[in-house]
């Protein structure tokens, strides 16, 4: 018994790491009907400007790959955080400018590669500055396992946790109920109507790819103290949370954390099965549900006119 | 980027040696190829080049071999296997190198080790640990692929007899690995000679590489009574692993692959958990006064302490194909792989003596007995005892 709950508590630690990248595609989609397939990558470049800010500001050089013990304080740790959020913000603004603008009009899937080789890119400049080696980072909650009636978790897993669904009510509320929200709908619904009811267009898009490269970052920064920081953490973690957000549904944000969580708890109860099938079942699973509900779980379904 | 330096050094010396052929009657050129930059196994693959680099200068001080002097010609090859079997041919056939060292990744090993034999050029590896890459293509057919490195199936020997010693009725053992090459390869040879050693495992699990939670395979192992495991993995999930106990407060013993003697898995698993772990390596921190004397001239071009076991093989390495090209009197590939494997002089190395290492059908120089039993202490790599190593023999190490 405490097994399961031991598995249902960890899968969702796991899947809150999941529900932040999820959310993170669901938010362009929702607006550009575009997808930033390196969103993995800036999950990893988020993770490593967090750590290099909280380097520099302990005077060590971003090149360091320990910490060696010492831990940033608050202050410390909340300007890493605004350095991961500005960075990634930034990044997504060019990203958009330069590999999706271009080519989100004309026909075809040119974004998907130049959106890939951003990321690739990214990559590249990463090994360059900080290497192979994964970093170890200190979490700002300590270390120390909290134990519940027998069950361990770590308070970064709770904290990861907390911000996913803390994220995801802010976004459910500003996408219902105020004017941005309409107006990003209004954009992915329409872009020729939207721009001629007075909506500006490209300012609602960039915004999109702004908040959820910075959406990107925040989850670096909350998920690299649980994996280390490592340019190769993103690949894995991009690819689980894109499967969350397709099982809850793209254009749903409830649904997208809702996938993600439901995937990392899923996970964890097949390892408790046999965890050599784990990878398996887990897309198997995804077919599943796309085969049966296209828009995912909680997806409205899309009308398209032609 | 010390170490960064350094081998941009030796890169831009070597091209410079490139650039003069009229040199190169006078010289025996050797290469070097494998992952010097892009995965975490690089340091290792950058303290081999720095312990040949040694090696090199202290033979060439000495008047070289056979009067000539010995050159070495770095490539690295990013971990990628295509680009690995690229620089195996520019090595071999541009270079004309007259042996190879390395590679980082086993696997790289496995992509090229068909050329060399076809080339006959002899490979010392001196860094990668998979068990099948000293193999001969086909059974008795000759081999080029000699070894002066830590070998999977021996730790795994070495481990099984430390199970066994401590009775296979009194310990329930458990086997854990990833689901990596590396992980699955390690997994295979530990159920074959657990099977040799009359061991049965009470309970197999596997993780990814990357996860961070394995609680749920260990709540099995826990419900199955085991209290010792065996895990197969890279530095980094081995810490995970460790993580996850600490979350179910579960300790069996914990014997793992060498693996966890990287940095990583010391800063990772955090300074409690990171000294549970007992593992095999062919040298502990506690080194002997020749290898202190590497150190020292060494030591600074390292990225981390715990890779000079990897410098130590680097030097060993040289200094046994020098001994074989002397006694082959020739540069030939096959009157050198001749010659390795029956080396007539013992070399004096600085993990130990070599007598006559290699023979037709045995291409590792170090094996379970050469090894040393080590854990994490206070942030070092120490020699670990207790009754059940103190009284391993030989014998006990089953293949």
Same mark, same amino acid.
């Given at each position: 018994?405490?097994?399961?709950?031991?598995?249902l508590?960890?899968?969702l630690?796991?899947?809150?790491?999941?529900?932040?990248?999820a959310?993170?595609?669901?938010?362009?989609?929702?607006t550009?009907?575009t997808?930033?397939?390196?969103?993995?990558?800036?999950?990893?470049?988020?993770a490593f400007?967090?750590m290099?800010?909280?380097?520099l500001?302990l005077?060590?050089?971003?090149?360091?790959?320990?910490?060696g013990?010492?831990v940033?304080?608050?202050?410390?740790?909340?300007?890493a955080?605004?350095?991961?959020?500005?960075?990634?913000?930034?990044?997504?603004?060019?990203?958009?400018?330069?590999?999706?603008?271009p080519?989100?009009?004309?026909p075809g899937?040119?974004?998907?590669?130049?959106?890939l080789?951003?990321?690739?890119?990214?990559?590249?400049?990463g090994?360059?500055?900080?290497?192979?080696?994964?970093?170890?980072?200190?979490?700002?909650?300590?270390?120390?396992?909290?134990?519940?009636?027998?069950?361990?978790?770590?308070?970064?897993?709770?904290?990861?946790?907390?911000?996913?669904?803390?994220?995801?009510?802010?976004?459910?509320?500003?996408?219902?109920?105020?004017?941005?929200?309409k107006?990003?709908?209004?954009v992915?619904?329409n872009?020729?109507?939207?721009?001629?009811?007075?909506?500006?267009?490209?300012?609602?898009?960039?915004?999109?790819?702004?908040?959820?490269?910075?959406?990107?970052g925040?989850?670096?920064?909350?998920?690299?103290?649980?994996?280390?920081?490592?340019?190769?953490?993103?690949?894995a973690?991009?690819?689980?949370?894109?499967?969350?957000?397709?099982?809850?549904g793209?254009?749903?944000?409830?649904?997208?954390?809702?996938g993600?969580?439901a995937?990392?708890?899923?996970?964890s109860t097949?390892?408790l099965?046999?965890?050599?099938?784990?990878?398996?079942?887990?897309?198997a699973?995804?077919?599943?549900?796309?085969?049966?509900?296209?828009t995912?779980?909680?997806?409205?379904?899309?009308?398209?006119?032609? | 980027?010390?170490?960064?330096?350094?081998?941009?050094?030796?890169?831009?010396?070597?091209?410079?040696? +490139?650039? !003069?052929?009229?040199a190169?009657?006078?010289?025996? $050129? *050797? &290469? /070097?190829?494998g992952?010097?930059?892009?995965?975490?196994?690089?340091?290792?693959?950058q303290?081999?080049?720095?312990?040949?680099?040694?090696?090199?200068?202290?033979?060439?001080?000495?008047?070289?071999?056979l009067?000539?002097k010995?050159?070495?010609?770095?490539r690295?090859?990013?971990?990628?296997?295509?680009?690995?079997?690229?620089?195996m041919?520019?090595?071999?056939?541009?270079?004309?190198?007259?042996?190879?060292?390395?590679?980082?990744?086993?696997?790289?090993?496995?992509?090229?080790?068909?050329i060399v034999?076809?080339?006959?050029?002899p490979?010392?590896?001196?860094?990668?640990?998979?068990?099948?890459?000293?193999?001969?293509?086909?059974?008795g057919?000759?081999?080029?692929?000699?070894?002066v490195?830590?070998v999977?199936?021996?730790?795994?020997?070495?481990?099984? +007899?430390y !199970?066994?010693?401590?009775?296979?009725?009194a310990? $329930? *053992? &458990? /086997?854990?690995?990833?689901?990596?090459g590396?992980?699955?390869?390690?997994?295979k040879?530990?159920?074959?000679?657990a099977?040799t050693?009359?061991?049965?495992?009470?309970?197999?699990?596997?993780?990814?590489?990357?996860?961070?939670d394995?609680?749920?395979?260990?709540?099995?192992?826990?419900?199955a009574?085991?209290?010792?495991?065996?895990?197969?993995?890279?530095?980094?999930?081995i810490?995970?692993?460790m993580?996850?106990?600490?979350?179910?407060?579960?300790?069996?013993?914990?014997?793992s692959?060498?693996?966890?003697?990287?940095?990583?898995?010391y800063?990772a698993?955090?300074?409690?958990?990171?000294?549970?772990?007992?593992?095999?390596?062919?040298?502990?921190?506690?080194?002997?006064?020749?290898?202190?004397?590497?150190?020292?001239?060494?030591?600074?071009?390292?990225? +981390?302490?715990?890779?000079?076991?990897f410098a130590?093989?680097?030097?060993?390495?040289?200094?046994?194909?020098?001994?074989?090209?002397?006694?082959?009197?020739?540069?030939?590939?096959s009157t050198?792989r001749?010659?390795?494997?029956?080396?007539?002089?013992?070399?004096?190395?600085?993990?130990k003596?070599?007598?006559?290492?290699?023979?037709?059908?045995?291409?590792?120089?170090?094996t379970a007995?050469?090894?040393?039993?080590?854990?994490?202490?206070?942030?070092?790599?120490?020699?670990?005892?207790?009754?059940?190593?103190?009284?391993?023999?030989?014998?006990?190490?089953k293949?």
């Open positions: 018994m405490e097994a399961i709950f031991q598995a508590i960890s899968g630690a796991v899947g809150g790491a999941y529900a932040l990248v959310l993170g595609f669901s938010i362009t989609f929702t550009t009907k997808l930033n397939f390196s969103h993995g990558e800036f999950v990893s470049s988020g400007i967090g290099s800010a909280m380097l500001l005077g060590k050089p971003i090149t360091s790959t320990t910490f013990g010492a940033p304080g608050v202050t410390a740790q909340l300007l955080l605004v350095a991961a959020l500005v960075v990634m913000g930034g990044l997504g603004w060019l990203l958009y400018v330069i590999g999706v603008r080519f989100a009009k004309q899937m040119a974004w998907v590669m130049s959106t080789g951003f990321g690739v890119v990214l990559d590249s400049i090994l360059a500055i900080w290497g192979p080696k994964p970093v170890v980072v200190p979490s700002p909650v300590g270390d120390s396992v909290i134990q519940i009636l027998g069950i361990g978790v770590r308070p970064q897993e709770l904290l990861l946790l907390c911000v996913a669904v803390v994220v995801m009510i802010v976004f459910d509320v500003v996408m219902r109920k105020t004017m941005v929200g107006m990003m709908r209004a992915a619904a872009g020729a109507v939207a721009s001629l009811m007075g909506i500006n267009t490209n300012a609602v898009m960039i915004g999109a790819f702004v908040v959820s490269s910075a959406l990107a925040l989850s670096g920064f909350l998920i690299a103290p649980i994996t280390q920081a490592s340019l190769f953490m993103g690949l973690i991009g690819l689980k949370g894109f499967s969350g957000a397709m099982i809850g793209l254009n749903n944000p409830r649904g997208c954390v809702i993600g969580f995937l990392g708890v899923f996970e097949v390892n099965w046999q965890a050599q099938w784990r990878e398996i079942a887990v897309f699973v995804v077919i599943l549900v796309l085969s049966f509900k296209p995912g779980l909680f997806g409205s379904r899309l009308v398209e006119k032609v | 980027m010390k170490a960064i330096r350094a081998i941009a050094g030796i890169v831009a010396s070597l091209s410079f040696a +490139a650039a !003069v052929p009229a190169s009657a006078q010289e025996i $050129k *050797i &290469g /070097f190829n992952d010097l930059s892009a995965s975490p196994s690089a340091q290792s693959g303290a081999a080049v720095v312990g040949m680099q040694a090696a090199i200068a202290d033979l060439n001080a000495a008047g070289g071999v009067g000539k010995l050159t070495l010609v770095v690295d090859d990013t971990s990628r296997p295509p680009k690995s079997i690229q620089n041919s520019d090595l071999i056939d541009n270079e004309k190198v007259v042996a190879v060292f390395g590679p980082t990744n086993s696997g790289n090993a496995m992509a090229w080790k068909h034999n076809q080339k006959k050029i490979v010392i590896d001196n860094v990668s640990s998979g068990t099948d890459i000293t193999k001969p293509m086909s059974a057919a000759d081999n080029y692929m000699f070894r490195s830590m999977d199936r021996e730790q795994v020997a070495a481990l099984m +007899a !199970v066994k010693k401590g009775g296979s009725d310990k $329930k *053992i &458990g /086997f854990m690995s990833e689901t990596t590396y992980g699955q390869g390690g997994l040879d530990m159920k074959s000679i099977e050693q009359g061991i049965t495992p009470a309970a197999i699990e596997q993780f990814g590489v990357g996860d961070t394995m609680t749920s395979q260990l709540n099995k192992l826990k419900a009574g085991v209290n010792t495991i065996v895990i197969w993995a890279q530095g980094t999930p810490a995970q692993v993580r996850s106990m600490e979350k179910i407060n579960y300790y069996p013993r914990v014997l692959s060498w693996a966890a003697d990287n940095i990583t898995f800063d698993a955090g300074k409690n958990l990171a000294e549970k772990p007992l593992f095999l390596r062919t040298v502990s921190e506690n080194r002997t006064p020749a290898q202190d004397k590497l150190f020292a001239r060494v030591g600074s071009q390292l990225k +981390a302490p715990s890779s000079f076991s130590l093989h680097g030097y060993d390495s040289v200094m046994i194909l020098a001994q074989a090209i002397k006694q082959a009197n020739s540069m030939d590939g050198i001749v010659a390795l494997e029956n080396l007539n002089t013992p070399v004096k190395g600085l993990l003596t070599y007598n006559k290492p290699f023979s037709k059908t045995n291409h590792e120089a170090l007995k050469d090894f040393v039993w080590v854990h994490w202490k206070d942030g070092r790599l120490v020699p670990y005892t207790d009754a059940f190593v103190a009284s391993l023999t030989p014998a006990d190490y293949q």
